[in-house]
């Protein structure tokens, strides 16, 4: 059966029990709200561009360890990346979620969330955080569902 | 852990294995462990008498029903329509012209929305409560939004309770349609409906009783209850999916536009007019879900082998065991009303449901996470999601100790 350990490995609970840019930003150019019916996930996504940078980034909400996690481990990532090299960023997520094959090395930590793929009722609380940041940097709308 | 939350209760039903071995689908293992399904309110499990009669009706008798003179169709309209008097007789219904097959309970819902709700106007009201499921909250919001009516939810308590009081003062001379659910899908609390519905009918207000969770639980007269509508679900009482029933008083039926058009539910067709069929056909348009309908049959065949009383006792017994044990853990329970039906809401501080769930699903246990089609209710009480533990009279103590074992084991892992 899959393994619950390659799951919940030590870095998603770490992220999960103290998440790295919590809360919400003062003067964001862009806020995003992403929602995932099935278990009720919804976080608020806030990034505020600079020169095609993300100067700051940062989240709330509430979810279950893997949204929370992931929201986390992403914010933590793509904090001074450029607006295209996120884009890059999510694309070899999403690889990665969708099983893939993604170069998971290129990933470092965000290895940590490749477990997901052995559950797919969990791959979208995984994604759901990129989905978040891929609409808030094409700026096209303020709300994702992974509906 | 006080050694009265350890001690296995006694009032259950004595034969429980022999019960069990008649669902096959409880005889798997899922993750190499037995299966423990306590997801019932989700949907039920079939017994072998139901997976007979389907197989039965697929293999010899399939063929449309009220329409060919031939014998398959003769056999498929007797074994459909005797689906309907088995229905009609354990509902202590005054007719078969008062038991409509739909697709559900949704469907029950909906088709009162739309056929009787299209006559609501500007100011009338449709009380429902804080507690319904979407299902019974979303058909009155589109059709109030049709006709300028007003929905109005009736709040709820603590305990997750109907505010009885309150609900007295809500109903008024422009309530028309009152909406509740027997017993509710998220916190397992069953509503005095006997009460409600005399309320409702001393302002000449219908009644329409969501009943999905009530009727694998409990026996339901709709002549004792006086309710106008019952609707119920076949897949939450060991029937198949995509089978349910509105039950209405014929008076009312009898009055109500059709819900759909299409064959079955005619009389006469012309470009100019159209006369339409007697009850219940009038609201049956289509080739109707006929292996359901039969299937359906058989399920309250086997209810009708089944002593109530015991299995009240029985469920009510692995609801308080299991209780005190998730409560030993830390849990906070979701619905603590006085009377329950076999539903355990809960959350863990530590864990998120949707982390319960997949963890304990790797230990074999099935329950629901999530926000069971019920936002407001988890607003209510503000949570995003609990787990659902839900009973049906083939669990027994093993599920709910598997069970507390995959939430020792999550909490565990988020030590």
Redesign the interface.
Known sequence: MNDLKDLYREVILDHNRAPRNFGELDGADRVVEGVNPLCGDRMTLYVKIDEGRIADIKFKGSGCAISVASSSLMTERVKGATVEESMTLFDKIHEMLAGNGAALDELDKLAALAGVREFPTRVKCASLAWHALKTALSGAEDRVSTE | MSALASARPERLVKDIASLRARFPALAQEV??KRLAYLDNAASSQCPDVVLDAMLEQQRRNHANVHRGVHALSERATEAYEGAREKIRAYLNASGVDEIVFTRGTTESINLVASSLGSRLELGDEVLITQMEHHSNIIPWQLVCERTGAQLVPAPITDRGEIDLDEFAKLVNERTRIVAVAHVSNALGTVNPVEQIIELAHRVGAYVLVDGAQAMAHMRVDVAALDCDFYAFSGHKMFAPTGIGVLYGKRELLDRMPPYQGGGEMILSVSFEKTVYNALPYKFEAGTPNITGAVALGAAVDFLNTIDFDAVAAHEHALLEYATEKVLALGARVIGTAEHKAGVLSFVLDR?????V???VD?EGVAIR???HCAMPV?ERFGV??TARASFALYNDLDDVDRLIAGLE?ALE??A
């Open positions: 993750h190499g864990v998120h449901a949707h982390d769930g997949t963890i790797s996470t999530g926000h988890m995003p999601a084991r892992i988020f």
